[in-house]
């Protein structure tokens, strides 16, 4: 799995890392393909804030799905695995990934936009686009203009 990291900076006082992140086991099996075009954001996501496989994340998808007869992209099904790894989901926002990120510099995020899912740890955004790194362009786009529709968090453990 190889990893790049950047910084991106929407101007000179917003420093917005991003770190690419695909933990797909097809491309680490040396399979000639480059990347994974999987389609696979909420199991990369959940792998990132958990630290579980993507083999481990993959099945325990499904296994809710089938439980549900949901897909296992969808946000019931997601939410339940979160949850069961000590995530909560929270509704309602209404700012863009960008100010989110930034107001939220600790801590384990999974953030939902419309159409796509990521882990947002300590500050950093991991994420890739059909196994591919984003380029800057895409991730301004996503983080400016993308509305936060749900996100995840892992509440502190009380001492």
């Known amino acids: 799995m190889s990893k790049t990291k950047k910084i991106i900076y ?10 690419y992140f695909d933990c797909n086991p097809y491309i680490e099996n040396g ?4 990347y994974s075009d999987s389609d696979d ?20 998808l499904f296994e809710i799905a089938e439980k549900y007869k949901a897909m296992p992209d969808s946000i019931k099904v997601i939410t339940k695995v979160a949850e069961e790894y000590g995530f909560k989901k929270v509704d309602d926002i209404s700012c863009c990934a960008a100010a989110f990120m930034l107001s939220n510099q600790f ?4 953030i939902e936009l419309e159409d796509h899912i990521f882990a947002y740890v300590n500050g950093t955004m991991y994420d890739s686009v059909d196994g591919r790194p984003l380029k800057k362009k895409e991730i301004e786009y996503v983080i400016l203009q993308d509305i936060v529709a749900y ?3 892992q509440p502190k453990i009380p001492i």
């Open 151 to 153: 996100y995840y968090y």
């Open 31 to 34: 399979n000639n393909k480059k």
């Open 107 to 110: 801590g384990k995020y999974m």
């Open 10 to 19: 929407l101007h000179k006082l917003l420093p917005i890392k991003y770190e």
């Open 41 to 60: 954001c909420s199991v990369r996501a959940l792998c990132k804030i958990t630290g579980l496989s993507w083999d481990i994340v993959y099945a325990k």
